[in-house]
């Protein structure tokens, strides 16, 4: 028996930021997260499942995976063979439609892409749903992939009610955001290691608990509201808390660089030139800045001046999972 199907999905940024989790197993988080899925970053992952197969195998971008990566992705075919009852190996391969060195994660994209072709491939019908909380289990972010636009995780508190949903597909807003390189190289401390070190150590973790849930509840009103001067400003709070977690945390550290800081510095400079843009930073140094299409032409310009050498793509909203077959 052969059994195959593909899937696309997008990557998405936290504008409120997932960071620390109450059950590392399960992968619920402390707190509540809040999304934009873009479209210019995606994966497509093909799963085959054949009786023939002696043991999975895992191509990125047509290459064959060993080590941890290899390992975490088989790790989340077990859970898929276990939902479907089944015990035939499969052969995954995935492209990610990431700009080669962009140095963006694509474990969300590539989470979601997998629990959309892998569950199908598997003889499962999922709901959106229920493909959100498999998705949760390869990489929390990944939850929020399986919806376009604007999407809510839902922290729950157990493995059923820890999911995400959309709060808005198509998006009405006009935002964009411009992904600014400045380093390229793979993040020495991953997301995993950092939020559970800044939740064990940093006094103001409880703080950022209560903060975030407040964050959140205001950023779904400026998006109701398509208010883009809140959802900046709350969103580069957001992420600057986030942050400080890690410097606060016992020993303390910062995925960011100097760069990093030059950039949000200009960020916020543009604003006194009366240019709304905002900045968010993810597991590492590289900056995403919120914009609007009106102003990213002069954004970029600006940014360009200031630093010849850094890679810039700008991306829109994207839409959720779909298959390709
Ligand atoms: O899903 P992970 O383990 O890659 O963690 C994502 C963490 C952040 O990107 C920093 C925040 C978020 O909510 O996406």
Do not use: C
């Amino acid at each position: 028996m052969q059994s195959t199907s593909s899937a696309r999905a997008h990557t998405n940024i936290a504008l409120i930021k997932y960071w620390g989790k109450k059950n590392q197993e399960l992968i619920i988080p402390t707190t509540s997260s809040l999304s934009l899925t873009l479209d210019r970053f995606y994966t497509d992952t093909k799963v085959t499942f054949d009786d023939k197969l002696t043991a999975d195998t895992f191509y990125l971008n047509h290459q064959q995976m060993v080590g941890p990566i290899a390992d975490k992705t088989f790790a989340f075919l077990k859970l898929i063979r276990q939902q479907a009852q089944i015990d035939t190996f499969a052969t995954i391969e995935s492209i990610n439609h990431v700009p080669t060195a962009a140095g963006l994660a694509s474990s969300a994209s590539a989470f979601a892409a997998l629990a959309g072709a892998g569950s199908k491939a598997a003889g499962l019908t999922l709901t959106k749903q229920a493909l959100s909380r498999l998705a949760r289990r390869g990489s929390g972010s990944a939850a929020r992939s399986i919806f376009g636009g604007f999407s809510e995780w839902h922290a729950g508190d157990n493995d059923l009610n820890s999911f995400a949903h959309p709060i808005q597909e198509n998006v009405t807003m006009d935002i964009q955001m411009i992904t600014v390189v400045v380093d390229a190289h793979e993040k020495k401390i991953t997301s995993r290691m950092g939020m559970q070190h800044a939740l064990l150590t940093s006094p103001f973790y409880q703080t950022w608990v209560n903060e975030a849930a407040k964050d959140l509840v205001a950023m779904k009103a400026a998006i109701v509201s398509n208010d883009f001067k809140a959802l900046g400003t709350l969103a580069e709070n957001n992420a600057l808390q986030m942050h400080s977690l890690n410097l606060s945390a016992k020993p303390g550290f910062t995925y960011f660089n100097g760069s990093t800081l030059e950039i949000l510095d200009l960020v916020q400079n543009l604003r006194k030139q009366q240019i709304l843009a905002f900045a968010t930073m993810d597991a590492g140094p590289n900056v995403k800045i919120i914009a609007q299409s009106k102003d990213t032409a002069t954004i970029i310009d600006i940014l360009k001046q200031a630093f010849p050498h850094v890679q810039v793509e700008i991306a829109k909203p994207g839409h959720g999972l779909i298959y390709l077959d």
